[in-house]
């Protein structure tokens, strides 16, 4: 059973970087595709990014293409989520999700797409 543990959320002003981190434990990461989702209180969870394994490809959500950066460390069982020039609607738990199964590119952003999900990081984005 793999187990995600995010980390790295906090309360930060707009336009502040921050970085989180899902480390992975209990199985192989290396061969997973790792996504993030966020929700905010009274809204849909919804996809922020997602990264495949092998030769990595990205996909980022509209709302934070050219501010959030994914990237995974094979060698740590680590993924990462730099986030620059933050703003107040970035405010949400963050979750990081995992799939070993092969996703389609216009499913990367489906919840059902992962089957391994962590109990998320809070980022509060102060304006």
């Known amino acids: 059973q793999l187990q995600l543990a995010e980390s790295g959320g906090g309360l930060v002003q707009a336009g502040d970087p921050l970085r989180l981190s899902c480390a992975a434990s209990?199985?192989?990461?290396?061969?997973?595709?790792i996504a993030w989702f966020r929700q905010d209180a009274g809204k849909e969870r919804e996809f922020v990014s997602s990264?495949?394994?092998?030769?990595?490809?990205?996909y980022y959500a509209d709302s934070v293409k050219g501010r959030f950066t994914i990237s995974r460390d094979n060698a740590k069982n680590t993924v990462y989520l730099q986030m620059n020039d933050l703003e107040p609607d970035d405010t949400a738990v963050y979750y990081c999700?995992?799939?070993?199964?092969?996703?389609?590119?216009?499913?990367?952003?489906?919840?059902?797409?992962?089957?391994?999900w962590g109990q998320g990081t809070r980022v509060t984005v102060s304006s």
């Open positions: 990264i495949t394994w092998g030769t990595p490809t990205t």
């Open positions: 209990g199985m192989s990461f290396s061969v997973m595709t």
């Open positions: 999700a995992a799939t070993p199964f092969g996703i389609l590119p216009q499913n990367m952003q489906l919840e059902t797409s992962y089957r391994y």
